[in-house]
């Protein structure tokens, strides 16, 4: 339910509650992503990330991206919902996360009462929008068995704490779960729960968008290198598009230098910072050129 109110940015669309007071959103309409670069194959050849949301979006069908560390999986559903004007809540999961962070509690409401506060899931849920449920295979069960009436063809939840409220889904829903694979020593995704999302695009680093992004081409050449040795076994962590975007960032505020120790740092035991020291030796004098000071 929405109401058109006089505020001092014009006229504006609020959401009311069932008793037709004006609702304090928890979830946001992000800010445009400018510095976003599309994913040209999210599902297949030639359907892009946007594609793939704005046709899930249509059919309100669930959307799990499974893909390394810092691919841009979060980044995607900011700026699809960025673009499409989407309020947006991230969940984070982990084991131990109480069901009242999401569902919602009884808070103190003055005078010795208590009023019911949605959490952020069922914020999304009752009034729409783009719900993001980060490494959902960490969601205990607890919590994923509550979610199974969401996810599938009822598109409702049941508030239990609140007197078992139901609440049948927002027609403007998008729901997206995502996950690290397997080999990142992550959980499993409960198969009943995988099941449950219609479309399941699994992406890796995409040269096409890290060619967008990064202007070294020494990094490039770097990330490449880094990557192999992780396939080889040298080192565990694996080199992020979202790491390469912060060493020429660095490299260009504070220098080589500062770049290159901040990427070994990224690197957990003594062993990978040696094996990822020789690699970057390797390609010292490209980077050295790539990222000169300016007027150097
Ligand atoms: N397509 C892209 N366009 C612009 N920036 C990107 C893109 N992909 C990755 N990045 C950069 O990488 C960083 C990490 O991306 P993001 O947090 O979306 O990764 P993720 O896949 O969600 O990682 P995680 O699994 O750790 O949550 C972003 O902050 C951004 O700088
Ligand atoms: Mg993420």
Redesign the pocket.
């Known amino acids: 339910m929405t109401a058109t109110i006089d505020s001092e940015l014009g006229m504006t669309e609020v959401e009311l509650n069932p008793l037709c007071v004006p609702v304090e959103r928890l979830a946001r309409v992000p800010e445009p992503?400018t510095?976003?670069?599309?994913?040209t194959n999210a599902l297949g050849l030639n359907r892009s990330d946007f594609d793939v949301l704005d046709y899930a979006h249509r059919h309100a069908y669930n959307v799990l991206i499974e893909?390394?560390?810092?691919?841009?999986?979060?980044?995607?559903v900011?700026?699809w919902a960025a673009r499409n004007g989407k309020p947006f809540y991230a969940i984070s999961s982990n084991v131990a996360i109480d069901p009242s962070q999401l569902f919602g509690k009884f808070v103190p409401a003055g005078l010795g009462g208590f009023r019911w506060q949605d959490g952020p899931l069922t914020d999304v849920v009752r009034y729409g929008g783009v719900l993001l449920i980060?490494?959902i295979n960490f969601l205990p069960e607890r919590i994923s068995t509550v979610l199974f009436s969401l996810l599938d063809a009822r598109r409702e939840i049941t508030l239990l704490d609140h007197d078992g409220e139901v609440i049948a889904a927002h027609p403007d829903l998008l729901i997206i779960g995502?996950l690290?694979p397997d080999y990142e020593g992550t959980r499993p995704l409960n198969k009943a729960l995988r099941n449950r999302f219609a479309i399941q695009m699994v992406w890796g680093y995409?040269d096409a968008?890290e060619g967008q992004?990064i202007r070294g081409t020494s990094l490039h050449e770097l990330a490449g290198l880094l990557r192999r040795a992780q396939r080889d076994g040298d080192v565990d962590a694996p080199v992020?598009?979202?790491m390469l975007?912060?060493f020429e960032r660095i490299a260009t505020g504070l220098g080589l230098d500062a770049a290159v120790a901040n990427l070994l740092n990224h690197f957990p035991t003594d062993e990978e910072r040696k094996a990822v020291a020789v690699v970057v030796e390797a390609m010292a004098d490209n980077l050295a050129t790539d990222y000169a000071p300016k007027g150097a």
């Open positions: 992503a510095g976003y670069v599309s994913r893909g390394p560390t810092g691919l841009g999986k979060t980044s995607a900011i700026a980060n490494e995502d690290n995409d968008i992004l992020s598009t979202g975007v912060e």
